[in-house]
């Protein structure tokens, strides 16, 4: 009798779809959509990034804790180098007008406020015209928490600002960290993170001198006018950097790609749908031409 039964177990094979492919360097900016099997490099990797973000916050974390410990524990040779600092610093700007005027003048371009509008802005545009949403929110809402956190900074350590006897400006509350400095850096690090993905080479090139430019000056501006000391300049720099980098990788911990692939390029990462992740911008000829 079995002999009698058709055999279907070839037919079963021949007509079976064909496995699905799992090799992750197939397609490696893919979101991964596989099934439950696929769960774990995708965790393993969100893991690995977020331990990466909290790496980047203790790297800046630790210095501007302990220079805030010194300053409160008023550590002479610190203090000492602060003091003979704004003492020379404040006499070359007393005796150089033009210097002056342009110092006064970038303290009130430099005011909170003014960066932050312009950086919203960029938020908007960066959501409206290049449609990356969670990447805009993630850029405002860090801003505002390194504005917050500064002020909230300020208050703990409760700093002196520094007393000149022929001041060349004023500026109100307390010294550590410099606002200015933090926020600066702050506004550099993220918007500079934020419009990566749209520029070309060159763009990023310009984008990152004039960034780094702009936070120094601001760190400088603020010792040259004797209404910061360095160590406030430095504790802000490293605040207002170290935020902002800390909180990209933990956006870009929130759903990364497959771990075996490298952390792709900027834009083409992060918490957007695979179909908003914009391609990178081509190269112009110029750019070739380097």
């Known amino acids: 009798m079995p002999d009698r039964l058709p055999d279907h177990t070839a037919d079963r094979a021949a007509h079976r779809p064909p496995a699905r492919a799992t090799d992750p360097t197939a397609h490696p900016t893919a979101h991964p959509s596989g099934p439950a099997t696929d769960a774990r490099p995708a965790a393993y990797g969100r893991g690995r990034r977020m331990l990466k973000a909290v790496g980047y916050g203790l790297a800046f974390a630790v210095p501007v804790t302990l220079l805030a410990f010194v300053v409160r524990q008023k550590f002479l040779p610190v203090i000492e180098v602060d003091e003979a600092a704004i003492a020379a610093a404040t006499d070359v700007t007393r005796h150089n007008e033009g210097f002056q005027l342009f110092l006064v003048a970038w303290q009130e371009m430099t005011q909170p406020k003014w960066p932050y509008i312009a950086a919203t802005i960029v938020c908007l545009v960066m959501w409206r015209r290049h449609d990356l949403k969670t990447r ?155």
């Open 136 to 290: 805009a929110l993630w850029a405002f809402v860090t801003m505002m928490v390194a504005w917050n956190l500064q002020l909230l900074l300020k208050v703990v350590v409760h700093r002196a600002r520094p007393v000149v006897s022929d001041p060349v400006s004023h500026a109100p509350g307390y010294s550590f960290p410099s606002g200015h400095a933090a926020n600066a850096a702050a506004v550099a690090t993220i918007v500079t993170l934020l419009v990566w993905p749209v520029l070309s080479a060159r763009a990023r090139r310009i984008l990152l001198v004039s960034a780094v430019v702009y936070a120094l000056v601001t760190g400088a501006d603020r010792v040259f006018l004797g209404v910061h000391f360095p160590s406030d300049v430095v504790a802000g720099l490293l605040f207002g950097t170290g935020l902002g980098l800390a909180s990209y990788m933990g956006y870009l911990g929130w759903n990364p790609s497959q771990h075996h692939a490298p952390p792709p390029p900027e834009g083409t990462a992060g918490p957007e749908p695979h179909e908003l992740n914009p391609l990178p911008p081509e190269e112009s000829n110029d750019d070739h031409d380097r």
